[in-house]
């Protein structure tokens, strides 16, 4: 403000007094000197870096989810919930941190009906309001959650990033109106340091047994500014589908996602720790995921993740408590070259093929397979218009484990419909063929070397690499521009899969006869997912 005065007073009346003022030129000179004023203070104003945190939440559960509560009993659960988050906020700003991040559902929980979550709920408005909620609490009616959370921002100067559930009345006018008269929506909100609210964002897809949220009509795109870069936020399932999670990145060139989440997990692919730091190293962005706290629903697994390694990441089926990470991210990361991710398989011939291929099942999708049988080798397997490379040394052939290299080409759906080409190298269950690609937590062959590349016809391609235990493993492998994903080290620990993850969103509503779901997982799916439709949401 004293550099801004001294340049207004330079202008109006650093001139000799006989001279007469040029109010046209002052004007035009002011315009200068105000633009190139704001230029600098905004560069010394902006960040290279800042302090990133997420905090994974052993959430507290209502007694009841399917009966409806009166208001207070809700605020009560709720507040009992937010003394927890309270907590990681203010241990987040002593430390220095700009932005902290917190789960999906981390408020109340999941397993709600229409008419049970309506108490949990507050109409939450437009950030164009310019609104802080902690200096004027009633102007949008009796809004006591985001009261808190935006004091909780300002209180302790920290941007903080929630889940809660928002509700819209609507009328007969609207033909897509919900029965009841107002729409419910799966709600993430950020509140900037000051408090005031600067982000909302509506869940667009919704995970199978979210009945008591609606949709919005069109994915919303969300971001804002800060003095540490820009920010996107989408929530959960949302990171499979491309709108609005690719849209953010490709469109809007964001910096940072923000990823509230209530993740279950699902080996071997589709662990949180594992696929999230995948998409932050895909998408080349900085990816912030908070996920629920709750081993009993295989709920874990929360990260800060750069585009080119994990930077903290917590994974913990044992403990009950929740865990506060943080670590210093830089505000506007460099996006490398772009991956050509066929380039390189496309350009080599078949490897070894010698032997037998076989067919296994990996989340309901069939997979073909070939075995690693030796302790250093060249294969190829193929499935549709996908091939897939892999070149390998083993520290040692175990004759207790069974490792192959599969390829999927088509289309999941099974709890959500999506287009998959997959490359894994895998560890069976068992050293029966009939167990690759069953769920598989640990492992005892490390690998010294592994170059995996693929055919993929699609250039959102997810890197994954995951050890023993449900380890990441930072620094140790990198993906080179032709779309080969190799380690630059021995692995530190046994390998439970390698695997390059591609999505083809265009082909996400192809015809069923496209699905690699066989006839007998269809028969099967039913009865093994039926405990997480009705007790589990994203």
């Not at 089926?317 to 990470?325: A, F, N, P, W």
Request: net charge negative; hydrophobic share 40%; with cysteine.
């Amino acid at each position: 403000m004293h550099l801004f005065i001294c340049v207004l007073c330079n202008i109006l009346y650093y001139k000799p007094l006989n001279q007469s003022l040029d109010f046209s030129m002052t004007t035009s000179q002011l315009l200068a000197y105000v633009a190139v004023l704001l230029f600098y203070v905004s560069r010394a104003s902006c960040l290279d870096t800042f302090v990133a945190a997420v905090y994974e939440h052993a959430v507290i559960l209502p007694s009841t989810t399917l009966t409806p509560v009166s208001r207070e009993e809700a605020l009560a659960l709720m507040n009992r919930n937010l003394d927890l988050l309270e907590g990681a906020i203010t241990s987040a700003a002593e430390q220095g941190a700009h932005i902290i991040v917190t789960p999906e559902d981390a408020l109340y929980g999941w397993n709600f009906n229409r008419e049970s979550i309506y108490p949990y709920l507050e109409d939450i408005p437009h950030p164009q309001v310019n609104w802080i909620p902690c200096d004027n609490p009633n102007r949008f009616g009796h809004t006591p959650v985001q009261e808190r959370l935006s004091c909780l921002a300002k209180d302790n100067s920290i941007y903080v990033v929630a889940n809660i559930g928002d509700k819209k009345p609507c009328n007969a006018s609207d033909p897509q109106c919900p029965h009841d008269g107002r729409y419910q929506y799966n709600t993430d909100v950020a509140f900037d340091s000051q408090g005031k609210l600067v982000a909302r964002y509506h869940k667009q897809n919704l995970f199978m047994g979210e009945e008591q949220f609606d949709a919005p009509k069109e994915a919303e795109v969300v971001t804002f500014n800060t003095t540490f870069g820009s920010f996107g936020i989408f929530t959960c399932f949302d990171v499979l589908f491309h709108d609005p999670a690719v849209t953010l990145v490709k469109d809007f060139h964001v910096d940072t996602i923000l990823f509230p989440t209530a993740w279950m997990n699902v080996l071997p692919h589709l662990s949180a720790v594992e696929f999230h730091s995948a998409w932050a190293m895909g998408m080349r962005v900085n990816f912030l995921a908070s996920n629920i706290h709750y081993p009993s629903k295989k709920m874990t697994g929360s990260g800060i993740y750069a585009p080119n390694s994990p930077r903290a990441f917590h994974y913990d089926m044992t403990t009950q408590e929740g865990k506060l990470l943080l670590s210093q991210l830089d505000s506007h990361p460099s996006h490398s070259v772009a991956v050509n991710w066929t380039s390189y398989a496309s350009s080599i011939e078949a490897l070894s093929k010698g032997n037998q291929e076989f067919k296994g099942t990996v989340f309901f999708d069939e997979f073909t397979f070939v075995e690693l049988t030796g302790v250093t080798g060249n294969y190829t397997v193929c499935q549709k218009d996908l091939c897939c490379h892999l070149s390998y040394k083993m520290s040692e052939k175990r004759s207790d484990e069974v490792y192959a290299l599969g390829a999927f080409d088509g289309l999941h759906t099974v709890e959500g419909r999506y287009y998959l080409q997959i490359c894994t190298l895998l560890k069976c269950r068992t050293t029966g063929l009939n167990t690759c690609g069953d769920s598989v937590e640990t492992a005892s062959t490390r690998f010294e070397m592994f170059s995996l590349s693929g055919t993929f016809r699609t250039q959102y391609v997810f890197p994954e690499v995951l050890l023993s235990e449900t380890k990441l493993a930072p620094g140790e492998f990198q993906v080179s521009t032709d779309g080969r994903l190799f380690n630059l080290k021995p692995t530190s620990g046994p390998v439970l899969t390698v695997t390059l993850f591609g999505r083809l969103y265009e082909k996400d509503w192809v015809s069923n006869a496209s699905s690699g779901l066989t006839a007998q997982a269809r028969r099967i799916v039913l009865i093994a997912i039926a405990p997480i439709v009705y007790s589990l949401s994203w």
